[in-house]
């Protein structure tokens, strides 16, 4: 696998077998990092981080993956660039193409991600946009790795909620691409787009996965090896939509009767956090008072089980993200 240069945009940029080599390269570096062997390929180089949005994992994961391999990286946050304000995407990618040898972007638009990547003439990282979140899709698919033991193409991979946004849809192309059973279990509202599905299908046509698109939670889950979600309201989304999308999303809740459908005891718990699954957040708090629930895409009892690998997940995040970079700077 030689993917010197390029650019990380999407999912569908990559072959299934790019796909599989980057998860199998974060497997060896996070083997070599707990074995406290770790050569330092990123010597030298300088990364940029554009935060057109709040981060935990993905800006903590880019730092200390960076540090770990020797390079150095610039914290942009929407106040302390003139990105987007005063200086177009374009001119603002010649100019960061100059200084450094990669750029992380986090931002609303796919188009920005792609625009930097046109521009600047160095490897682009996306580090999420409204239309996919590839970095997290890597984390995920070495959490399940890992976690079930099982091929890719013998996992049964469900995910409830939102499927319109950028996880549902990564994790729809990302599953097909690693030839899995992949359901997303949605309202017909809330289920993803024609060109997400159509990408989806193209990728199952190679690689085996089987695709399925339900509002049925019962069908939906029967025989899971892995119960996904994400937040009811995603980043961007006005608080206003909180009353409605909780009604619309209450019956795709995962909670322990999901977690039992799958008749499968050994099923995991994913989610790429923040998770609402209990009062401990000012936004939990609030949505509470509004609506009475306590929990909302996952309840406390789930988020807190044996069953659940959440943290594994974000852990993944750095390994991850470590490999996407050295594969596409070294
Ligand atoms: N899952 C995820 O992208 O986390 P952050 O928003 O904290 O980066």
């Known amino acids: 696998m030689d993917l010197r240069g390029r650019s990380f945009l999407k999912e569908s940029d990559f072959t299934p077998a790019e796909w599989l080599g980057l998860i199998d390269l974060a497997a060896q570096l996070?083997?070599?990092?707990?074995?406290?062997?770790?050569?330092?390929?990123?010597?030298?180089?300088?990364?940029?981080?554009?935060?057109?949005?709040?981060?935990?994992?993905?800006?903590?994961?880019?730092?200390?993956?960076a540090f770990q391999q020797g390079a150095h990286t610039t914290y942009l946050d929407p106040s302390s660039s003139q990105i987007g304000h005063k200086e177009s995407v374009a001119d603002t990618a010649r100019v960061l193409g100059r200084f450094y040898d990669g750029i992380e972007f986090r931002g609303d638009l796919q188009?920005?991600?792609?625009?930097?990547?046109?521009h600047s003439g160095v490897?682009?990282?996306?580090?999420?946009?409204?239309?996919w979140h590839p970095t997290q899709m890597l984390a995920d698919a070495l959490t399940i790795r890992e976690h079930t033991g099982k091929p890719f193409n013998q996992v049964v991979h469900a995910y409830l909620g939102d499927g319109r946004f950028n996880t549902g849809r990564s994790l729809l192309v990302s599953s097909a691409m690693l030839g899995m059973d992949v359901r997303?279990?949605?309202?017909?509202?809330?289920?993803?787009?024609?060109?997400?599905?159509?990408?989806?299908?193209?990728?199952?046509?190679?690689?085996?996965?089987?695709?399925?698109?339900?509002?049925?939670?019962?069908?939906?889950?029967?025989?899971?090896?892995?119960?996904?979600?994400?937040?009811?309201?995603?980043?961007?989304?006005?608080?206003?939509?909180?009353?409605?999308?909780?009604?619309?999303?209450?019956?795709?809740?995962?909670?322990?009767r999901v977690m039992e459908l799958t008749g499968n005891p050994d099923a995991i718990f994913m989610h790429c956090l923040p998770a609402f699954h209990d009062?401990?957040?000012?936004?939990?708090?609030?949505?509470?008072?509004?609506?009475?629930?306590?929990?909302?895409?996952?309840?406390?009892?789930?988020?807190?089980?044996?069953?659940?690998v959440v943290f594994d997940q974000a852990e993944n995040r750095m390994h991850t993200i470590k490999a996407v970079m050295v594969a596409m700077l070294t």
């Open 30 to 65: 996070k083997a070599e990092t707990a074995a406290g062997q770790e050569p330092q390929r990123l010597t030298g180089k300088s990364i940029a981080l554009i935060f057109e949005k709040t981060s935990t994992r993905t800006r903590c994961a880019f730092e200390v993956a």
């Open 111 to 118: 188009t920005h991600v792609e625009e930097l990547a046109e």
């Open 279 to 308: 009062l401990e957040t000012a936004v939990g708090r609030q949505v509470f008072e509004a609506t009475g629930m306590h929990a909302l895409e996952v309840t406390d009892e789930v988020f807190s089980s044996r069953q659940s």
């Open 184 to 256: 997303i279990v949605a309202p017909p509202a809330y289920q993803p787009d024609a060109e997400a599905v159509q990408i989806a299908q193209s990728f199952a046509a190679q690689t085996g996965a089987r695709i399925t698109i339900t509002d049925d939670v019962e069908a939906g889950v029967a025989g899971a090896d892995v119960i996904s979600t994400d937040v009811w309201v995603s980043m961007g989304e006005p608080k206003s939509v909180w009353n409605s999308r909780v009604e619309d999303l209450r019956d795709y809740q995962v909670n322990t």
């Open 123 to 131: 490897p682009v990282f996306n580090g999420l946009t409204d239309s």
